[in-house]
């Protein structure tokens, strides 16, 4: 029997064990995971199918909390008026799209009737009050 392994067909893995180091620097700059395929010359599918490698799978985590830190730590800059020019409409933007950020909107009850329902009650509360005001 022959001791090599079995030719599975296509072509061989360009992944390299290094490239776990070179992820968490790349996304450490604020860069997307899905661009790390071109700082090294490979497809993003590539870079997908790499993830099967448990310690490049471990290496995408840390940079995507790599990466969610450089992009906080710009907007703590831009906030705190130390970066010039810095547009923070673009920032939110790209936080909302990249981290999923999202408006909160608190709510403090319940309705148990329809908005317009109860602003006209509100209204007709407010009638009533300035005529016993009168």
Request: glycine share 8%.
């Amino acid at each position: 029997m022959d001791s090599k392994k079995k030719n599975r067909g296509g072509r061989p893995t360009k992944y390299k064990p290094e490239y776990c180091d070179a992820l968490i620097e790349h996304m450490a700059k604020g860069y997307s995971f899905e661009t790390f395929g071109a700082s090294v010359g490979v497809w993003t599918s590539s870079t997908y199918l790499w993830l099967k490698h448990p310690k490049f799978s471990e290496a995408k985590k840390e940079g995507e909390a790599r990466c969610r830190l450089w992009w906080e730590k710009l907007g703590m800059g831009g906030a705190s008026g130390h970066l010039k020019n810095f547009n923070a409409a673009a920032w939110i933007f790209n936080m909302k799209n990249r981290f999923h950020w999202k408006d909160r909107i608190e709510s403090t009850g319940h309705l148990t009737v329809s908005p317009h329902e109860y602003l006209v009650g509100l209204i007709a509360k407010k009638q009533e009050l300035s005529e016993e005001d009168e």
